[in-house]
Nanobody, 124 residues
Framework: QVQLVESGGGLVQAGGSLRLSCAAS????????MGWFRQAPGKEREFVAAISWGGGSTSYADSVKGRFTISRDNAKNTVYLQMNSLNVEDTAVYYC?????????????????WGQGTQVTVSS
């Protein structure tokens, strides 16, 4: 089992940037595929970005391609989400997810472990 703790959320103006971090408790962090998802009020949780266990493969939702970058540092047991050119539609609670896998995982059903979420609010 792995515990995930997100940080880095906050309030930012449209066009601004934030970097989210997700720290994992397990020493075997490098065995886990990682993902970022978000959930806006009244909407279902949606895929944002994912990265393979070694960091060599990534996947992004169309809505964030070219603006968000997912990365990981296995030595620090941490995955990051760099978010640039933020707009009001990016406002949501952002969740980190983990699952033991060799693949890049892009759906909520594929992940067993979730963080508590961090709020990102983009003002116009």
């Amino acid at each position: 089992q792995v515990q995930l703790v997100e940080s880095g959320g906050g309030l930012v103006q449209a066009g601004g940037s934030l970097r989210l971090s997700c720290a994992a408790s397990r020493r075997t962090f490098s065995s886990y595929a990682m993902g970022w998802f978000r959930q806006a009020p009244g909407k279902e949780r949606e895929f944002v970005a994912a990265i393979s266990w070694g960091g060599g493969s990534t996947s992004y939702a169309d809505s964030v391609k070219g603006r968000f970058t997912i990365s990981r540092d296995n030595a620090k047991n941490t995955v990051y989400l760099q978010m640039n050119s933020l707009n009001v539609e990016d406002t949501a609670v952002y969740y980190c997810a983990a699952e033991i896998s060799l693949s890049v995982l892009t759906t909520t059903k594929e992940y067993d472990y979730w963080g508590q979420g961090t709020q990102v609010t983009v003002s116009s």
